[in-house]
């Protein structure tokens, strides 16, 4: 099945990356899992962690086959195990912006606290507001010298996005 989205996905986009998320990745089913533990013992991992790695370079692999290359979250970059070929998107925070350049990959940066348009505007609105109270001049006056990347660091970002997400309660 990862092997028949990826090619479909290739086939229809031109771009050389496909984003394969990795983001949020909670482990707890993975610890009752056998199949996971089974798994796990077979490749000498000690952490549920790792699985997520290993699924992430598998991914990898099938991209590289039909010329792509990975786009993920920072989560999924985290122990620094993937090709550093991987594009990735800084979303949770500058520090981890820092982080992913800091192991060489390159990075698009879109922390919440400065690109997350669906975060509450004010104190008194419905809404998330996990990353801040939203303005939109933080915004506007976002540089990365004034959250001290520097010259080095900055050669390693290719971007900026910012964000709105949306879902039904």
Request: aromatic letters at 14%; glycine letters at 6%.
């Amino acid at each position: 099945l990862l092997e028949d989205v990826i090619r479909a996905l290739s086939e229809l986009f031109p771009s050389s990356y496909i984003h394969v998320g990795g983001d949020e990745v909670s482990t707890s089913q993975w610890e009752r899992c056998p199949d996971c533990q089974a798994l796990m013992r077979r490749e000498g991992m000690t952490e549920e962690r790792q699985l997520q790695d290993y699924f992430t370079r598998r991914m990898e692999r099938i991209a590289a086959k039909y010329g792509k290359r990975i786009g993920v979250w920072n989560e999924a970059a985290e122990s620094g195990d993937i090709d550093r070929s991987a594009l990735v998107y800084g979303w949770e925070s500058v520090k981890a912006c820092r982080e992913s350049v800091a192991k060489g990959y390159k990075t698009v940066v879109m922390p919440g606290q400065y690109f997350y348009f669906d975060m509450k505007q004010s104190p008194r609105e419905d809404g998330h507001d996990w990353a801040a109270i939203f303005d939109w001049s933080k915004t506007y006056s976002f540089t990365l010298s004034d959250i001290c990347f520097t010259p080095e660091e900055q050669r390693s970002i290719v971007g900026f996005e910012a964000s709105f997400f949306s879902e039904l309660y």
